[in-house]
């Protein structure tokens, strides 16, 4: 329901701001009127139908489970097709990556609390949490470039996905996509391990002083298996509402990370869209964002459940 | 030895019973500055307004005006920053650049923690229908990447003014405070003063404005400050794209992406604005964490056990 709504707002909002017709417009020698409209008509983009006739027309499509045509006439299926992977590939590392280690992050800061573990690593998060996205890819570019040249060879590399008509086994093409893949993912990584490891500190220090705790420690078990069996079950749980959350955030810094680093995923392909007033494209790239977050929503519901009995049993 | 013994129990009753007369904004103001990295976040902040609004009068040269005999200088003492392709004063640019962000980020703060306060509190104090209305709304607006919305929106803006960016960016960044606001107001609408001024026939308005949101004041507070972060954030993001902050019109993110271009060599024409940026949005971030200290003990108590 939700992901209707959002995906029809995201068309009504792109329809009424964008206009297509003005790439038309302005040319030499100047297109005709009733061409441009011919045109615009066939893509459905025409600005002289009423928004609501272009609706209509759009969700007829989707519901057929085509998005329509692309300004330069490519199908956005197809292109979506080929850019999902790239972007998908980005996200689901990043977010892994990101609460995975933001979570251990957090919970050895909340044992060792202020120690010089927690502290450093207090202070980093601070540092990268007020960092955009974009000035820490950037940041990182340069510090992989200066790296390369000072090794002399190209370990990081700073474009692209992959090398082009790179000969070579499996093998070969596997460790050129992990060099190309480093950057990116740390860049959009590091934010949330930062963004994380402060809740997840806090969430943890919580638990330590909880009376659960202590009488999982008086049982018995070692410090070790009260902190993991008892401890982080129940502070992890706060963690799931933030991973719903910071998804949008997720898909707002793969945008700027494809940008920086020209990867032809579907962040890189928003950012032309709007350049280009393409309303179907950015309405396609609109749905897949509400599809995403919706996605890791339920996953972070389906994550509840299962840390927490309560939940399952209603 | 006696009378050492005997002042030790005074000095600390006298202690407990200063900070009994202390009023509540006396105790508030007391903690915050107690907390060194808030000072540090508070004076940090102060030197980029300076910084910001004085600054400019520290150089010669203004943010618009072009130096053709210096074009792409390292930084000198006639120009503090360097100066760019085409010969204009970085140092000018960047406090331009970080005036722009300041007002920005002061001003969606304002208006979006505002917002937030007021669909918050009516959401919560209302319940039912219109409480399910707005936070469907909210939830709507949270599927939704705000960025994404913006950057579409962004023709709509292009050649007028700056404002309408900012009410745009205010718009699209309340929906989270929103539902903090709403879950505390449920609990204080159960309270006895509210209910007292339910009885006697104080309508909803009133309620709202002046008993409801005053007591979730600090939490406002708190917030507006760290949306001031965030909202400079997003901002420079946006113009660092291009849909933000227009030409000829600079900001600390359009600055940045027309440094990239060639800054490996010309490192000076970004490494400045980056740094403030980054300064100060941490500057910001202590001062909120700060607050939230000083408005609520209780968190660090916990914390510190």
Redesign the interface.
């Known amino acids: 329901m939700l992901v209707v709504l959002a995906s029809s707002l995201g068309y009504f909002l792109a329809a009424t701001a964008l206009d297509p017709r003005a790439n038309f417009e302005g040319r030499n020698p100047p297109i005709p009127e009733s061409t441009i409209d011919h045109k615009l008509d066939a893509l459905n983009m025409n600005t002289k139908t009423p928004i609501l006739e272009r609706y209509v027309t759009w969700v007829g499509d989707v519901v057929h489970g085509d998005l329509g045509t692309t300004l330069s006439e490519n199908s956005v299926n197809n292109e979506i097709s080929r850019r999902i992977w790239v972007s998908l590939r980005l996200l689901l590392i990043g977010s892994i990556l990101g609460s995975v280690l933001g979570v251990l992050v957090g919970v050895f800061s909340a044992v060792r609390q202020y120690k010089f573990f927690d502290r450093s690593f207090g202070i980093i998060s601070f540092i990268l949490l007020s960092t955009p996205v974009f000035l820490l890819a950037i940041l990182l570019k340069f510090g992989a470039i200066n790296f390369n040249n000072r090794i002399g060879t190209t370990f990081f590399y700073t474009v692209g996905e992959y090398t082009p008509e790179l000969g070579g086994g499996t093998w070969t093409l596997l460790v050129n996509r992990l060099q190309h893949l480093i950057l990116p993912t740390l860049s959009i990584t590091l934010g949330g391990v930062a963004f994380y490891s402060r809740y997840q500190r806090n969430a943890m220090l919580d638990v330590l002083s909880s009376d659960h705790l202590r009488t999982a420690r008086a049982k018995g078990l070692t410090k070790r298996q009260a902190l993991f069996k008892h401890g982080l079950r129940v502070a992890i749980l706060p963690m799931t509402t933030f991973f719903a959350y910071s998804f949008g955030l997720l898909i707002t810094g793969a945008v700027f990370t494809e940008t920086i680093f020209g990867w032809n995923g579907m962040g890189q392909w928003f950012i032309i869209s709007v350049q280009a007033n393409d309303v179907n494209a950015v309405s396609a790239i609109v749905l897949f964002s509400a599809v995403l977050v919706l996605l890791s929503g339920f996953i972070a519901d389906v994550a509840t459940a299962a840390l927490d009995p309560r939940v399952r049993l209603r | 030895m006696s009378l050492l013994n005997l002042e030790v129990p005074e000095v600390k009753e006298s202690e407990s019973v200063l900070l009994e007369r202390l009023s509540r904004g006396q105790l508030v103001r007391r903690r915050f500055f107690r907390h060194k990295l808030a000072v540090f976040g508070l004076i940090i902040l102060v030197l980029m307004f300076v910084l910001a609004f004085i600054g400019p009068y520290f150089s010669k040269h203004k943010w618009d005006q072009l130096d053709f005999f210096n074009l792409l200088q390292p930084p000198s003492r006639e120009h503090y920053f360097g100066t760019t392709q085409i010969g204009g004063d970085v140092y000018a640019l960047t406090l331009r650049g970080l005036q722009k962000s300041l007002i920005i980020g002061l001003l969606v703060a304002v208006f979006s923690t505002g917002l937030a306060a007021m669909v918050g509190a009516f959401a919560g104090y209302l319940s039912g229908r219109a409480d399910r209305v707005l936070m469907w709304l909210v939830?709507?607006l949270?599927?939704?990447?705000?960025?994404?919305?913006i950057?579409?929106?962004?023709?709509?803006y292009r050649g007028k003014t700056w404002l309408v960016f900012v009410v745009l960016l205010a718009a699209f960044g309340w929906m989270?405070t929103a539902r903090i606001i709403r879950g505390m107001t449920f609990s204080l609408r159960e309270r006895d003063f509210i209910r007292a001024a339910r009885y006697m026939g104080v309508p909803t308005r009133t309620i709202v404005f002046r008993h409801l949101i005053p007591n979730v004041a600090s939490i406002l507070i708190i917030d507006a400050t760290l949306n001031v972060?965030g909202a400079i954030?997003t901002e420079?993001?946006l113009s660092?794209?291009?849909?933000g902050v227009q030409p000829p019109d600079v900001s600390l993110?359009t600055l940045?992406a027309e440094g990239?271009s060639a800054?490996?060599t010309y490192p000076w024409l970004?490494v400045f604005a980056?740094a403030i940026?980054?300064l100060t949005?941490?500057s910001v971030?202590?001062i909120g964490d700060g607050l939230r200290d000083a408005f609520d003990p209780g968190s660090i108590k916990?914390?510190k056990?």
Do not use: N, R, W
């Open positions: 939830d709507l949270l599927v939704l990447p705000a960025f994404l919305i950057a579409i929106l962004s023709p709509l989270i972060g954030l420079t993001s660092f794209l291009g849909f993110g940045i990239t800054a490996l970004f980056g940026l980054i949005v941490l971030s202590f916990s914390a056990k």
